[in-house]
């Protein structure tokens, strides 16, 4: 029936069509209240990842800091030790 060139220029006419349909539903002002909706809940989603991400730094810091104030003790016992055997010898 349709010749090989009868489909191609069917399939194009038939891809502008949805095209054009598609572009005007993009473009509907619906269309633009969903999108501003998303966004508005990405940012709100990309607010509350900043801060968890803020405390747990924060956590971090605090447990370096104790770690670190652990090792200086650790090490001022063990060289109070050694300066004890030292004197004892």
Known sequence: MFG???KKLVAFAG????G???MKILAS???K???TEATAAVLRAKDCV???AD???ENAD????DAKEINEKRAAEAEAEIEDEAEAE
């Open 33 to 35: 209240k969903v999108y």
């Open 4 to 6: 090989f060139g009868m």
């Open 55 to 57: 405390r747990v730094r």
């Open 15 to 18: 891809g502008v069509l949805f």
């Open 29 to 31: 002002r619906d269309a």
């Open 50 to 52: 900043m801060e968890t």
């Open 20 to 22: 054009t349909a598609g």
């Open 62 to 65: 605090d447990i370096l800091a």
